[in-house]
């Protein structure tokens, strides 16, 4: 999936998000800039009938200093507003953006914002259990989860739809992802003001730590054989909209 960015100026933003958690490391952008720290966020977006952003919302732990520029870049986003009755309609959305704090060559920061995808909100109330006997026999690997998240915020047809991993029975990881997809809380699309039906996916990773022979040889003497799971994985990708009524359509700064 093609990733939309926009870019804006910040100033002192350096130490006043030293308290708000990185989600990964990046890669360092291109022109000279360098990525501080990079954040995953969910914001929803209000869509007038010409696809322009209206509103974002953003989440409350942002930092205030973050909180202009991050709506200035995202505002420039343009979408394909759904269709009612022949006419384009209001919409409301939800993103997965990614921002990333740049230092520049000239010592100032910029920040950027990339567009993932955007569907409904997706609230998980629980992370998935790693299957204790997958760990002893270091399972490991991916599944699709997909399902439809209804106007009222229920999610039904909940299901794996694809799987990958070191062995041919994925049955414990899938009753893991089903537990997860059961207490999840949605927050369905909006069409004219209306709730609509919209299907997801949700990719889900179990990844066990890669440790040396020399660690192994340890772990033998000292009787511990539970081998470590990997606390640098994000075990729920992000989610997913199969069919969302609203459609990226361009960024006029990417």
């Known amino acids: 999936m093609k990733a939309w960015v926009a870019m804006v100026g910040i100033a002192g933003a350096a130490l006043a998000v030293s308290g708000w958690s990185a989600a990964r490391a990046a890669a360092p952008p291109a022109g000279g800039q360098q990525v501080a720290r990079e954040y995953h966020a969910e914001v929803a ?53 990614r921002l990333q704090l740049l230092r520049q060559s000239d010592g100032n920061y910029g920040l950027r914002a990339v567009y993932g995808s955007n569907g409904p909100g997706l609230t998980f ?12 026999q270091r399972g490991q690997g991916r599944l699709v989860m997909e399902a439809t998240v209804q106007p009222d915020g229920t999610l039904t047809d ?60 340890s772990r033998q003497v000292s009787k511990e ?11 729920i ?3 997913v909209a199969l069919d969302s009524p609203v459609r990226l359509i361009r960024d006029p700064q990417g």
């Open 45 to 97: 977006l209000d869509i007038d009938a010409h696809g322009q952003v209206t509103a974002v919302q953003l989440p409350a732990d942002l930092p205030p200093v973050l909180a202009g520029p991050a709506r200035e870049a995202i505002g420039h986003w343009r979408f394909e507003p759904p269709v009612r009755g022949g006419h384009a309609v209001t919409a409301r959305t939800w993103a997965q953006v």
């Open 237 to 239: 990708g992000e989610v």
């Open 125 to 136: 109330a629980r992370r998935p259990d790693y299957p204790r006997n997958e760990i002893r």
């Open 225 to 235: 054989t539970t081998p470590g799971i990997d606390s640098g994985s994000r075990p």
């Open 158 to 217: 909940v299901h794996m739809a694809s799987y990958r991993f070191n062995h041919p029975d994925p049955g414990a990881f899938r009753t893991s992802a089903e537990t997860v997809m059961r207490y999840a809380h949605a927050q369905p699309e909006l069409v004219d003001g209306k709730p609509v039906a919209t299907r997801i996916q949700v990719a889900f990773v179990w990844a066990l730590q890669s440790i040396t022979r020399g660690e192994a040889l």
